[in-house]
């Protein structure tokens, strides 16, 4: 039996149904968007704390690397000159191979997304256009600032004598920003981000709606269409660079060997990296034939490759010399330094880890050298090994019966002088000479107390049952050391030696107090040459050009670091 209907039941049944307007967006849509513009929100601060203290430096520091001038801020432009100066015509070479990097990154991404498309059925095409338009809009950007840069740097040249005033400067700087290329620059990148921020709502509100694949391929495309922007001007820029110098040659009536150098060296390069390859894939044969056919065959690429390289020699050494040997320094540097101290720190660490007396009191002492300023126990160190025989370690050298010893102020390389003055050896192979050995042992004392500590938190971090199951399999010391703590250690190592070779590459405090006239110039590491070009010389565009060699050198040595050490570090 039916009961009978209230009067408001029967408003409701009788009313007609009316249907929410549609959103643009759904209830679960505009959450995330919401909570995406709040990240965003609180990122915001930091990210343009990078983009004026980061991002900015390194972009004026890229263009000041292209003007040529002494005693100005703003020069006139010289395109690659000045690293043409410091390495020759490496320069050409280095520029094609970072557009060619750019390139090679840009399709090893794309090849990933379209394997995952295979794998997953994904549909990744929608977001090439709000990635793609975003990048293009950064690029627009970048185009901006070179371009505001000049009008902004010539301001003072302008307001010389009784035209500096507040005035005067402020209305400079309004003059400048509304040129009209400038502001034409700015606005189009200003829309085509807007465009692409809409473009990426749109996309992501219909893969929504037709329940694809809940991935955003818009990072990818965006990196994509970044590096591929960058590969097309770098070497579009280079090629115009050397048809430029092909060209004034030719009105001079002179021969370049740019070209032949360019192809040769990079040859010889690509020769180097097939041969490694072909030597890590010989580890993978089954067969005993075929791994010594490719270990031959890696050598013999290795032989070509080296031959073609023996043309880097004499573009070396049509480069800048006090560059190149503030290179080597720093190599000698490097190569003496982290080694050593990595070593000790962790002999130490894995003392003070056992329960000994004063352990507290000696994790302090050891960790002093590093939180105590540089320049003060620069000075202690300057004046330890000074080249007086009155000073402590020539006085502790006499008093052992050796010879005094000039320390800092002593030129010749450690080899040089062990094998005695009278033998020529080459200046390449003498070694790094004793002053800057007395740099390095002031490197060493100053960073082992820091690793030391950084080890000590890596060895807590080993569970204690591993080493107790480790003995009761009848392992001892050593073998508890080597196949449980340093495979455990290895994250840690890692990161050590990283941080430890960046470091060195771009040491200086120490290196400038340590540095006398008398070491003629080979305590002076790569980040001193800089600076002097700067600080001495006042060659602003020389000097930013060599600190974006060294930026360069460090990309690529720890891009190297990181490849060897994928495969070498355990993470559990």
């Keep these: 039996m039916e009961t009978p209907l209230t009067r ?6 009788a009313a007609p149904v009316r249907t929410a307007p549609r959103r643009l967006l759904s209830g679960s849509q505009s959450r995330r968007l919401r909570e995406a513009l709040l990240a965003y929100s609180f990122l915001l601060p930091s990210i343009v704390i990078i983009g004026l203290f980061g991002l900015f430096p390194l972009a004026f520091a890229v263009y000041e690397s292209t003007l040529r001038g002494l005693n100005k801020v703003v020069g006139t432009p010289d395109g690659l000159g000045n690293y043409f100066k410091a390495v020759d015509n490496l320069a050409y070479v280095i520029g094609f191979w970072m557009a060619a990097a750019f390139a090679f990154f840009a399709v090893r991404s794309l090849l990933a997304i379209v394997q995952e498309q295979r794998e997953y059925n994904a549909r990744p095409w929608p977001w090439l256009l709000p990635g793609g338009l975003v990048a293009v809009s950064v690029a627009l950007f970048a185009r901006f600032v070179f371009s505001l840069l000049p009008e902004l740097l010539i301001i003072p040249s302008k307001l010389r004598g009784p035209a500096n005033t507040p005035e005067n400067f402020t209305a400079a700087i309004k003059e400048a920003w509304l040129l009209p290329a400038i502001q034409q620059a700015l606005w189009t990148s200003v829309i085509v981000l807007l465009i692409g921020v809409a473009a990426a709502v749109l996309v992501n509100r219909m893969a929504t709606r037709r329940r694809a694949l809940p991935r955003v391929y818009f990072g990818q495309f965006f990196s994509i269409t970044l590096l591929t922007i960058g590969a097309i001007v770098l070497g579009w820029f280079t090629w115009q660079q050397v048809e430029m110098a092909y060209a004034v040659a030719l009105e001079a009536g002179e021969g370049l060997e740019i070209w032949t150098q360019v192809i040769t060296i990079s040859a010889g390069f690509l020769l ?22 490719r270990l031959v065959s890696a050598v013999m690429l290795m032989v070509g490759g080296w031959l073609l390289i023996g043309e880097l020699p004499r573009v070396v050494a049509a480069g800048d010399k006090t560059w190149w040997q503030g290179l080597q320094n720093t190599v000698y540097y490097v190569l003496g330094t982290v080694p050593l101290q990595l ?3 962790l002999v130490l660490a ?6 000994i007396r004063g352990q507290s009191f000696f994790r302090m002492v050891y960790f002093l050298p590093y939180i105590a300023p540089f320049v003060g126990t620069a000075a202690v160190f300057r004046i330890l090994f000074s080249n007086r025989p009155s000073a402590p370690i020539n006085s502790m050298l006499t008093s052992l019966g050796f ?16 094998s005695g003055a009278d033998q020529a050896i080459a200046s390449a192979l003498s070694g790094p000479s004793l002053a800057l050995i007395v740099i390095m042992i002031y490197g060493i004392w100053t960073f082992v107390g820091f690793d030391t500590v950084i080890f000590l938190a890596g060895l807590g971090a080993i569970p204690k049952e591993l080493y107790e199951v480790a003995s009761i399999d009848g392992a001892g010391s050593w073998a508890q050391f080597r196949h449980v703590t ?19 590459f771009k040491a200086f405090n120490h290196i400038y107090v340590l540095r006398t006239g008398g070491a003629l110039g080979t305590t002076d590491t790569a980040s001193i040459v800089i600076f002097q070009a700067f600080k001495r010389d006042t060659r602003y ?14 990309l690529a040595v720890t891009a190297i670091n990181n490849r060897i050490a994928s495969r070498r570090v355990f993470y559990g």
């Design 486 to 504: 340093l495979p455990l250690l290895s994250p840690t190592l890692y990161f050590l030696s990283l941080y430890a070779v960046i470091g060195t």
């Design 541 to 554: 565009g020389y000097a930013s050009a060599l600190a974006i060699l060294l930026l360069i050198i460090i």
């Design 403 to 418: 010879d005094t010893l000039q320390w800092l102020n002593e030129p010749n390389g450690i080899f040089r002088l062990i």
């Design 8 to 13: 408001q039941e029967s408003i409701a049944v």
């Design 350 to 355: 894995v003392l003070l880890f056992q329960k």
């Design 272 to 293: 180097l990296i097939l041969a490694w390859w072909v030597w890590e894939s010989a580890d993978e044969q089954t067969s005993n034939l075929v791994m010594v056919f």
């Design 343 to 345: 070593g000790i720190s």
